[in-house]
């Protein structure tokens, strides 16, 4: 089932809403009321269990997800 968070020190608003599961494999859409420049292809402060992108820096290589 879906579920909310409100964190009532910033009124930030995080939800998550599982789409599906089995086996081991799971998939979900999560909406971060605060993430409105994130890496989504969805819309603003969405993302979902599979967004991840690299992150080139002058030495290193980070995974975001």
Excluded: C, K
Excluded at 29 to 39: C, E, P, T
Excluded at 54 to 65: A, P, V, Y
């Amino acid at each position: 089932a879906p579920f909310t968070v409100v964190n009532l020190a910033n009124g930030n608003l995080f939800t998550s809403i599982p789409i599906v599961s089995w086996e081991g494999v799971s998939f979900a859409l999560y909406h971060n009321n605060f993430d409105s420049a994130g890496m989504s292809t969805l819309s603003s402060g969405w993302t979902h269990s599979y967004s991840a992108s690299l992150s080139f820096g002058d030495d290193q290589i980070t995974f975001l997800r």
